[in-house]
């Protein structure tokens, strides 16, 4: 998958700047809109939106250069981080200070899939809701630190083996063998 830094600093402003409400945006449902824009991207279209790495942490899937994006993003004034307290734990909120202009970053269908995972994620997980659902059999593959494979999303969508699956794989190893 090829990396783009500018699409991926794209994404993750345009992200900031779409949750309606700079508290539901913290550095977790952050993280998990950019990962499931990426793997439904690949799913659906067979490539991610922008093609970034995502390693096994903790509380799930995480980008490898999110900190990095975020710092640039911060120094060049187009997001600010602002440290806010969540039932009693430390919480960074991602405010977007300009309005960015994706319309030659992002594909039309590119945009419908981010803005329908960012309220989807807003609205409807908290960070520990959606922090659960990620750890999945990709996330339960992998050790922690080791990158996710795009490829691995496959994996969830295969379901279980069965005795007509079992059959089929034997009348076609025989079709081979003859």
Known sequence: ??????????LIHYVCASCEDVSQLGATKLNKILWYSDVISYL?????????????????????????????????????????????????EFISLKTPDVSEVF????????????????????????????HDEIWEMAKIGESIPYEAVLVSQLGEVDEHDMSWAEDEAKDIAA
Not at 1 to 10: C, L, P, Q
Not at 111 to 118: A, G, H, K, Q, S
């Open 107 to 134: 594909s039309s269908d590119e945009i419908e899939l981010i803005d329908e995972v960012v309220h989807k994620i807003c609205n409807n997980y908290t960070a520990t809701s959606i922090s659960d659902k990620t």
């Open 44 to 92: 659906k279209h067979g490539s991610p939106i922008t093609g970034e790495t995502y390693l096994k942490r903790q509380f799930g899937p995480v980008p490898s250069r999110v900190m990095s994006a975020l710092n640039s993003l911060s120094d060049d004034k187009l997001i600010t981080v602002r440290r806010a307290e969540h039932f009693g734990y430390p919480k960074k």
């Open 1 to 10: 998958m090829n990396y783009s830094e500018d699409k991926f600093k794209s």
